[in-house]
């Protein structure tokens, strides 16, 4: 599986200069390349709508936080989305090439496999940024 170098690039925006809140990567034709960048302002609504019902994708999202001091921090969450009614073809090529593609986007710290919306609540989001 190709990993398109924009795929690199938009990360690196994202984790550097914070240009992007999220981006949605989809594989097409044997290669992963961006589907998807949400503005700074976007929010976590605005993020999860842009995943499909039906078919896989990864998502890359930048999600601050406040800590129990009162710090706000910021943590990189990479979703591996495989919801139950995409096509098993879809759900193998997307698990069995996840882990590489994780591998290219160096400074990941969270990593979250969801089938359906509740395995990404916000709430979970929380409970993982600590």
Request: net charge neutral; glycine share 2%.
């Amino acid at each position: 599986m190709a990993v398109h170098d924009d795929c690199k690039l938009k990360f690196m925006e994202l984790k550097t200069k914070r240009t992007y809140r999220f981006i949605v990567f989809k594989i097409e034709d044997k290669q992963v390349i961006v589907e998807k960048l949400g503005e700074p302002a976007e929010t976590y609504e605005d993020f999860t709508k842009c995943l499909p019902d039906n078919e896989c994708r990864y998502a890359v999202y930048d999600f601050d936080f406040m800590t129990q001091e009162n710090v706000p921090k910021s943590r990189i969450f990479f979703v591996a989305w495989s919801p139950d009614t995409s096509r098993v073809r879809s759900k193998m090529i997307y698990a069995s090439s996840k882990d590489r593609f994780k591998r290219e986007l160096d400074g990941i710290q969270v990593e979250l496999q969801a089938t359906d919306p509740t395995e990404m609540g916000l709430d979970v989001f929380k409970s993982r940024a600590n």
